[in-house]
Nanobody, 125 residues
């Protein structure tokens, strides 16, 4: 059974940084695309960043040049480095994974099959 566990969320001031981690278990990370999405209560889940099984990253326009997604296949962990955070980016951040090896991911929520429980990120003004 595939499990994703996020960590690294917390409270940070505007302009600050956080690094989220997503530890995967139940299968190797190698060969699988991963992503981060976020959700504010009452709103739809929003794509933040994705990383293909090959290692290439792609981002929502709103976070490009500030966020960096990376993966460590040996540690079965995906990271999201978030810099210059804004108050409007306060949300629950979810790690998500592709269903099958070598699946091509997009930005839509239904690109992802497995989900973590989420980690709260609060950016104070």
């Amino acid at each position: 059974q595939v499990q994703l566990v996020e960590s690294g969320g917390g409270l940070v001031q505007a302009g600050g940084s956080l690094r989220l981690s997503c530890a995967t278990s139940g299968r190797t990370l190698t060969g699988y695309g991963m992503g981060w999405l976020r959700q504010v209560p009452g709103k739809e889940r929003e794509f933040v960043a994705g990383i293909h099984w090959s290692g290439g990253g792609y981002y929502a326009n709103s976070v490009k040049d500030r966020f960096t997604i990376s993966r460590d296949n040996a540690r079965n962990t995906v990271y999201l480095q978030m810099n210059s955070l804004k108050p409007e980016e306060t949300a629950v951040y979810y790690c998500a994974a592709a269903r099958a090896k070598y699946d091509v991911l997009g930005r839509a929520e239904n690109s992802f099959y497995y989900w973590g429980q989420g980690t709260q990120v609060t950016v104070s003004s």
